[in-house]
């Protein structure tokens, strides 16, 4: 299976975001590895819900971050996110009822890895941009 691997294009030039992307990629690889090692199901539902549980936090602070400045694309932005967190929950009830591996192996090879990197290269980047278009130093960034 597909490992990701962090490099400069997947900078959005916020110090703050791209460690938590990182974080991301790395819960990502860790349930791939886990899915790759035929890890029984308890194992891998536990790398599973890693990966969902930091899902849910990056989104909700990328949007607080995005709030914080009154981002105009938020509204959108929030939307895309919406649209992983459902993509995640169905594959989380197939797992939670069938066990089905192969299903979540498909889910992460076809679907979740590029939806991870489209998504930071050609939507978390305008956000970058905005930032810098503005002036606009994020709170804890460097
Ligand atoms: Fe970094 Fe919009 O997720």
Known sequence: MAQLQWNDSLSIGVELIDGQHKTWIEKYNALSSAIEMRQGPREIAETLNFLVDYTAFHFDAEEQQMA???????????????????????????????????????????????????????????????????????????
Do not use: M
């Open 68 to 142: 914080a400045v009154s981002y105009p694309n938020l509204d959108e932005h929030h939307a895309k996110h919406e649209e992983l967190q459902t993509a995640l929950g169905r594959l989380i009830d197939d797992f939670q009822e069938e066990g089905a591996t192969h299903i979540l192996a498909d889910f992460l090879d076809t679907f979740l890895g590029n939806w991870l990197v489209d998504h930071i290269r050609s939507i978390d980047v305008q956000f970058g941009a905005h930032l810098k278009d503005k002036g606009i130093e994020l709170a804890g960034d460097a």
